[in-house]
């Protein structure tokens, strides 16, 4: 299953995108994307989870000083 998005992007950037593909590292805009994107989320799902664990962890702390 996939979702369609539609995102505005500069310009210059559209550019680099097409040289890319034109010199044959993508075969389209779509696999590019796709491609970025999953890179994306993977450097940065341990910096969320950090993130979410160390909330967490806060909230757990905050709760043991509302107790004593």
């Known amino acids: 299953s996939m979702t369609k998005l ?3 992007i500069p310009d210059a950037l ?3 995108i097409r040289r890319y593909i034109a010199d044959g590292w993508f ?3 779509a ?3 796709r491609a970025a994107l999953r890179e994306f989320v993977r ?3 341990a910096g969320v989870l950090e993130r ?3 909330e967490d962890i806060a909230w757990a702390l ?3 000083k ?3």
């Open 27 to 29: 075969t389209s805009e």
């Open 6 to 8: 539609a995102v505005e």
């Open 62 to 64: 905050s709760q043991r």
């Open 66 to 68: 509302h107790k004593a």
């Open 52 to 54: 979410f664990q160390r």
């Open 43 to 45: 450097r940065n799902r």
């Open 31 to 33: 696999e590019l994307l």
């Open 14 to 16: 559209a550019q680099e």
